[in-house]
């Protein structure tokens, strides 16, 4: 083992600015068509060298979550380790929670693909191996793939298929009433399955208008969401209250909802006047990267 440091590895929340359901296969994966950016705040992996392979989990959102093996950094880990060639050592990690459980905003797999990221690290594995992470990423969940790459990107498929894209940065405020969404109930409850895919990107002429474009789109699962967690419609209205809020929408299957602004002092404004009125939520002041 070449690395004696730990290694630290973030894992910033995915959020789906658009998210189109487009069919579904006959194994029962569902076909995506979905634009995708990530926050610049998130949970951390810590890794460190040890005999064994060890999880534990800390921080403010860790109650609820087991270090067992169906935790998916510790599935991360083992995937990884069969592809490695050669005795691997263990790995200590830590898994630091800042992002709430089964919340729509990738946790789980932004956590499966730091891990995949530190490991590959602390391990120092070739160059082959680093080539085939997708391939693990994809056997973990559809959403470890898009947080593997970890840049603003336009999915297709079931989540394997990743084109960058150029997106600007964007000023949101992310929100969340604590309820928790199983994502296999909210795909139970979608009524059509079938939906036309996203305005294309490429072709138009000049640059997009991306304020104009986003809300031109739609989040497939939203209303399927709102069925059996009916408080994201009030996230959703708490966050379209707010002053130069351009777009309010939910994150992948919930219950997160985001809110783009059209400047960072007006997020900030909003961040402050949801945290002092919903002061049970989890309320958090975001700027994304812009895409290439």
């Known amino acids: 083992m070449s690395i004696n440091q730990p290694i630290c590895e973030s894992a910033p929340a995915k959020i789906n600015l658009a998210l189109h359901v487009t069919g579904q296969r006959a194994d029962g994966y569902h076909l995506l068509d979905s634009l995708v950016t990530f926050a ?14 060890t999880l534990r989990i800390t921080g403010p959102e ?4 087991l270090a067992d093996d169906d935790n998916l950094v510790l599935k991360a880990a083992h995937a990884l380790l069969k592809t490695a060639p050669g005795p691997v050592a263990g790995a200590d990690i ?15 797999s932004a956590d499966a693909a730091a891990a995949l990221r530190g490991l590959a690290r602390l391990w120092d594995l070739p160059a082959e191996v680093l080539k085939e992470l997708p391939q693990i990423a994809l056997q973990l969940g559809a959403d470890v793939p898009m947080c ?25 405020v992310l929100i969340n009433n604590r ?9 139970e409850a979608l009524e059509n399955r079938r939906n036309g895919a996203m305005d294309p990107l490429e072709g138009q002429n000049g640059e997009i208008d991306w304020t104009q474009y986003l809300c031109r789109q739609r989040n497939d699962l939203e209303s399927a969401a709102i069925s059996l967690e009916p408080g994201i419609s009030d996230c959703l209205t708490a966050l379209r209250q707010q002053a130069d809020c351009t777009l309010a929408r939910m994150s992948g299957s919930g219950a997160t ?4 602004f059209s400047s960072r002092e007006a997020a900030d404004a909003a961040h402050r006047s949801l945290s002092q009125h919903h002061q049970d939520w989890w309320i958090v002041r975001t700027q994304t990267p812009a895409g290439r």
């Open 40 to 53: 610049d705040f998130g949970d951390q992996v810590i890794l460190k060298p040890s005999r064994d392979l």
């Open 62 to 65: 860790a109650e609820g979550l």
């Open 94 to 108: 830590e898994l630091r929670k800042y992002l709430p459980i089964a919340s729509g905003i990738g946790g789980g």
């Open 148 to 172: 593997v790459f970890g840049k603003p990107a336009h999915v297709s498929g079931i989540g394997e298929q990743i084109a960058p894209a150029a997106l600007p940065e964007l000023n949101m």
């Open 179 to 187: 309820a928790r969404v199983s994502t296999p109930a909210v795909f």
């Open 257 to 260: 909802c985001f809110g783009v």
